[in-house]
C-alpha cells in the first residue's frame, strides 16, 4: 500500500456505521461508532524531515486502525474505503471505558523491510487514547502519537552488501512492536538470535522503521554503526546513518595529499582539484603507475561525470535538471564554473566545483572522460556559458565524441576520481 508523509498526520474521520442490538439477555448494546482520531502535531518536537523538506503522512485506500478498550479482549478493525474509515463490529459499551487506537495494528513485524521509501509508512507505530472514559456512543476522540523512527541508512560504496540490524540494552535482536493492552504504546518484541530489519545487495538509500524512545545499536552485518543514548530515538524522527565515509583524501605519487569527495550513494569519489595540466586523452587514459597521478586514481568515465540531465530551452539557454546532483553557475575566487551539489539524504551538504576558462561574460570547459571510443579516440563533457540580461546561462552543456576535432593532439582537463579496491 502506498503511502504519502505529512508533517502533520491526520487520520481521517470515521462514520457512523449501522446500528443493530445485542441479545435481549444483556443491555441494549449498539454496534458502529463515529471515531475521530488526530495525530499529535510533532512539527516542533518529532517532525520526520530530511535535508530538502518535511515528510509528509496520509491513509491510503485498505488502510486499518486497530481499537480496543479495557471491558473487550480484542480489537476492532476500522478500514479505510478510500475517503473515510469505517467499522461494522466495533460495539459501543455498557458502561464507561478507555479506548485505544493502533496503526497499522496490534502487532507490526519489522523483519525484512524493503527499505523504499514508499514502504515506511506501513511499518510506522502510531497509538493513542481517549482522553477520558467513554461508552463510544457520542463517538470517540484519540490522539495518536508517533512510536517509531526511520533510520536512513546510506550504502556509501557501489556494490556492498548491507545486513542491518539492531539490538537493544539487553543485547536481543529487535524484530517487531507489538500493542499493550489498554495503553496508547507499543512493546518491543525480541529474539535472542539475530534478525535482519534490511537487506540489500548495492550501494543505496534505504529507510528502516525502529523502535522509539529505547536505547538502540544498529550493526551492518557485525560491523556497529551507531548506538544511541539511554533514551533512545525521538519518536517521528529521521535519523541518517552511512555504511562508509563521504570524504577523506589520498595520495598520489607526485607526494600531494588530495582531498575527495563523493555525490551520490555509489557514485565515484572525485579529486576536489584538478590535474596540474591539460592532458591529451591518451595520456589521460593510462592506467595504473603510468597514470598522471598513479596507480590509486584514475579519469572517470562518462557516467560517472553525468551529474544532471541538461536540456535546452525555448530562449536557446540550457537547464541543468537535478540527476545525480544538482548544478547551478558559479564563481569561486573570481573564476567561473559549475558547483554540483548532492541531491541525496547524506550528501546535501557534499559539494564538487569544476572551474571553467574565461570570466564571467564568456567561460568554457571541457574535461576529459575514459570512456572509450576507439583505440585513441574519446569522450569530453564540454560547457559554454557567459552573461546574457544580467544573468550566468550556458550556452551549451554536452559530451562529444565527434573525432572531426578530437584528435591525439587535443588536450582538456582531467578531475581524477580515487581507485577502489
Known sequence: MKKILYSVFMLATMV??????????????????VLKANVEDTDTRATITDNEGKWKFAFAKDDMVKVGNDKVDGYY????????????????????????????????????QSGAFADVAKNYALAGATASATTGSDGLTVTMKAKAAVLCIVGVNKGENLDISVKTADGMYVLGLTAVKNSADFKVDKSDTKVSLLKANDAGVYYVVVPAEVKLSVYNGDKPMKTTKDAGLTAGKYYTLKTGETTGSATNKLGETISWVQLWAGGPKFATENVANKMTWKDATKTGAEYVWGANWRTPTKD???????????????????????????????????????????????????????????FYYSYWTSTVINQSLGTALHIYGGTHEGKKVLVNYYFDSNISYITDGTKYWVRPVLVEK
Open 16 to 33: 457512523l456505521a449501522a446500528c443493530s442490538s445485542d441479545d435481549t439477555t444483556e443491555p441494549a448494546v449498539k454496534r458502529g461508532m
Open 77 to 112: 478493525t476500522f478500514t479505510n474505503d478510500g475517503t473515510v474509515f469505517t467499522s461494522t463490529d466495533a460495539k459501543q459499551t455498557a458502561e464507561a471505558a478507555n479506548w485505544c487506537a493502533f496503526f497499522p495494528g496490534e502487532t507490526i513485524d519489522l523483519r525484512n
Open 304 to 362: 560517472e561525470m553525468t551529474f544532471v540531465d541538461a536540456k535546452q530551452g525555448s530562449d536557446g539557454f540550457y537547464t541543468l535538471n537535478p540527476l545525480n546532483t544538482k548544478a547551478e553557475i558559479q564563481v569561486q575566487n573570481g573564476v567561473p564554473g559549475i558547483l554540483y551539489t548532492g541531491i541525496q539524504p547524506g550528501y546535501t551538504d557534499k559539494t564538487l566545483f569544476l572551474p571553467a576558462e574565461g570570466n564571467e561574460d564568456s
